[in-house]
């Protein structure tokens, strides 16, 4: 039996940059947590210790800020194809890039320069690439967002699934419908309108939770990427995570009042977890588009 070198991958995490683009005295934010990650000709590190193909995670790093000041942020999907782009062009031992972004978004107050943080959602990115776009080598683009927290005060029910020895919910024909959305999406290509995707895109998200009469969080869940497939041709896959962010009613009846559906227990934990995908039945096999 021999013992051989698996797949690898060596980078910085979690690299936080902050850009201020000042237009006089009108300035913009962007706000990325950005990873790098590198793989190639990585034997020699592993087994000999030879570092000579090793870019150091430190500049990697540094790349990240230089071109945060060269380039300036734009949409994140943009910086991160730039980045992932100069790994692979400017090593030669480096064949592969993977670059994993979240922008957090700051939304203006009064004045040019004071900011609040906006939303609970975190949007995210993950680049990864072979070579230069449109040069031969193979790319591929997954935006998406997280900690979406939405609630629906009717419109849902559960029953008539299945039961055994252990079941003890109740049916109900009308319940609170509440879950924080991890939804990611595949672009086809690498040339998309990426704020105007995304905005898009969450907009079907939300739009869709909120019109689907839910019989199950399962059935939400798949109208919800139906919708974003059915409105953006750019994309081919979505998927999605969503837990069941459960909301009991309170027993009021020890006190002499009713519940008509106006008292809930909001519990953390345990909670239902559903995930799934959705996808356009020509979407091209890509599964290390999500790694
Ligand atoms: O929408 C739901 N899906 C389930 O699978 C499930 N299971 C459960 O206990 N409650 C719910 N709700």
């Excluded at 750019?234 to 559906?261: I, Q, T, W, Y």
Aim: proline share 4%.
């Amino acid at each position: 039996m021999a013992i051989v070198l698996g797949p690898n991958r060596y980078g910085k995490a979690e690299v936080r940059v902050v850009r201020v683009t000042r237009d006089g005295g009108t300035h913009r934010i962007r706000d990325l947590n950005v990873g790098v990650f590198l793989s190639g000709d990585m034997d020699d590190v592993h087994l000999t210790g030879d570092n000579s193909a090793v870019l150091p995670t430190d500049t990697q790093k540094n790349t990240v800020f230089a071109f945060a000041k060269k380039y300036g942020i734009g949409e994140p999907e943009e910086f991160g194809l730039l980045l992932a782009r100069h790994f692979v062009d400017s090593q030669p031992a480096v064949h592969h890039a993977r670059v994993r972004l979240e922008e957090y978004a700051w939304d203006r107050i009064t004045g040019p320069h004071s900011f609040v943080r906006g939303g609970t959602e975190v949007r995210t990115a993950l680049v990864h690439s072979d070579g230069s776009g449109g040069s031969g080598g193979s790319e591929s683009v997954v935006s998406g967002l997280r900690d979406l927290t939405v609630l629906n005060s009717t419109g849902s029910e559960f029953h008539g699934f299945a039961q055994d020895g252990f079941t003890t919910l109740e049916p109900t024909d009308d319940r609170v419908l509440a879950t924080a959305v991890t939804a990611r999406w595949r672009h086809r290509g690498t040339g998309s309108d990426w704020d105007a995707s995304y905005a898009a895109a969450r907009a079907a998200l939300l739009d869709a939770f909120a019109t689907t009469h839910s019989l199950s969080l399962q059935q939400t869940l798949y109208a919800m990427g139906r919708r974003v497939l059915e409105e953006r041709p750019e994309l081919c896959e979505v998927r999605m995570s969503m837990p069941n962010k459960h909301h009991f009613l309170v027993d009021l009846a020890p006190f002499g009042m009713d519940n008509d559906n106006e008292v809930y227990f909001a519990a953390d934990r345990p909670y239902g977890l559903i995930e799934g995908t959705v996808l356009t039945d020509d979407a091209p096999d890509a599964p290390s588009a999500w790694q």
